[in-house]
Nanobody
């Protein structure tokens, strides 16, 4: 079983930046594709981005392309989400997720481990 712990959330003004981190333990990290999802109040959890086990492959939701960047450091068992040009509609709880395969996927059903989430609030 893998454990995931997110950090880095907070309050930021529109146009600002934040970097989220997700530290993983309990499973060979480089064998796991990692994803970020988010859930705003009253809305379904939605896919944000994902990265392959090696870091060579990435996927992004259209809503964050060009603004968000996912990366990973397999030596540190950590995945990052750099969020730039933040908008109020990016406000949500952001969740880190891991899947027991190297390929990135955009569906939450493909992931078998989840962090507790970190709140990101973007003020206008």
């Amino acid at each position: 079983q893998v454990q995931l712990v997110e950090s880095g959330g907070g309050l930021v003004q529109a146009g600002g930046s934040l970097r989220l981190s997700c530290a993983a333990s309990g499973r060979a990290f480089s064998s796991s594709a990692m994803g970020w999802f988010r859930q705003a109040p009253g809305k379904e959890r939605e896919f944000v981005t994902a990265i392959s086990g090696s870091g060579a492959g990435t996927l992004y939701a259209d809503s964050v392309k060009g603004r968000f960047t996912i990366s990973r450091d397999n030596a540190k068992n950590t995945v990052y989400l750099q969020m730039n040009s933040l908008k109020p509609e990016d406000t949500a709880v952001y969740y880190c997720a891991a899947r027991s395969s190297r390929g990135p996927r955009g569906s939450s059903r493909e992931y078998d481990a989840w962090g507790q989430g970190t709140q990101v609030t973007v003020s206008s």
